[in-house]
């Protein structure tokens, strides 16, 4: 679920620049919704805080962290405390 607030971040900063119209960020935030029906995940609220508890990056950042884990996948970044302080579970992006 954490991909809601992501997307509406990007899609608000499109609109501050007026780089997309209102409609536009609306369809794109509908037809995200279509695709990832079925392919949500959530974190145990245990699970991100003793990740945040233990390595001192926020519980936000963790909760994607937790994610990977529960996919077991890793989780790619460009965030440097991430890879730092998770190297098992995080690989940068240019990396992937």
Request: glycine share 4%.
């Amino acid at each position: 679920m954490l991909w809601h607030s992501e997307l509406r971040n990007i899609l608000a900063g499109y609109l501050r620049r007026k780089a997309l119209r209102f409609d536009q960020v609306l369809a794109i935030q509908s037809e995200a919704k279509r695709l990832m029906a079925g392919a949500e995940s959530d974190v145990a609220s245990t699970s991100v805080l003793e990740l945040a508890r233990d390595s001192g990056c926020s519980a936000y950042d963790c909760e994607f962290v937790a994610l990977a884990i529960d996919l077991r996948t890793l989780l790619v970044t460009m965030d440097r405390e991430l890879l730092r302080a998770f190297p098992t579970h995080a690989v940068a992006l240019g990396d992937a």
